[in-house]
């Protein structure tokens, strides 16, 4: 079983729909990342997160860390915003190997 | 700032051929480098990191291999590529004790 779970895997959208992409994850954790992988393969992180909520323009993350869960939202989507969005969990800073990732969710908002 | 750099951005190479990816991070000193690779349809899989120079940990048995001959240079290699190293791979930094987590733009590797 896989530390992080995505859901869903494929989401398809309208332009202007509000999205929600969901992220479980298993492990304790320091701190949880939203990462964008646009269909080139380059890798942006997003957000992260270690409590509560973080906006950036029309992105948001929220995590409650008693749920083991996290979501990121797009508001008025955008078919720029067409991407997968992988999330990432870190249990500390300290060492290398401690990062566990989803297998991402592809997004393909329609004009 | 700080910036990384991966190249080459795209590559093919033969079965039984010799691979190196090169990876150099710039504006930071002493940080922690990771190579991932992300298979077609799988999620991200760490494959080496390194804390520090000449200090290389692997998380997953394989046919590659990874140096680090100074404190912001990282290089994956191996000696006979097989079909199954295809994928796009990715190198990524970050400070030791931080959170902040950056990746490189990636090579895609295909083995022919």
């Known amino acids: 079983k896989n530390e992080v779970e995505q859901s869903p895997q494929n989401l398809t959208a309208q332009e202007g729909e509000f999205i929600t992409i969901n992220c479980s994850y298993s492990?304790?954790?320091?701190?949880l990342h939203w990462l964008q992988q646009h269909p080139g393969g380059g890798i942006v992180s997003l957000f992260m997160l270690s409590s509560g909520k973080k906006k950036h323009g029309r992105l948001i993350a929220t995590i409650n860390i008693q749920e083991k869960h996290s979501s990121l939202h797009i508001t008025a989507s955008h078919p720029r915003d067409s991407a997968v969005y992988i999330c990432a969990v870190r249990k500390g800073a300290n060492t290398g190997n401690q990062f566990y990732f989803g297998t991402g969710t592809s997004l393909t908002v329609i004009p | 700032s700080q910036t990384i750099h991966q190249w080459p951005a795209t590559l093919v190479q033969p079965v039984g051929s010799p691979l190196s990816l090169e990876c150099t991070v710039e504006g930071t000193s002493n940080p922690n480098l990771y190579w991932y690779r992300q298979a077609a349809g799988r999620g991200l899989q760490l494959l080496f990191y390194?804390?520090?120079?000449?200090?290389i940990s692997s998380e997953v048995p394989q046919n590659l291999s990874a140096s680090r001959p100074q404190d912001r240079q990282f290089i994956l290699s191996s000696k006979k590529l097989l079909l199954s190293d295809s994928g796009f791979y990715l190198c990524a930094w970050s400070l030791p004790l931080a959170y902040g987590y950056t990746f490189g733009s990636g090579t895609r590797l295909t083995v022919v």
């Open positions: 492990v304790g954790i320091s701190a």
């Open positions: 390194s804390v520090g120079i000449g200090q």
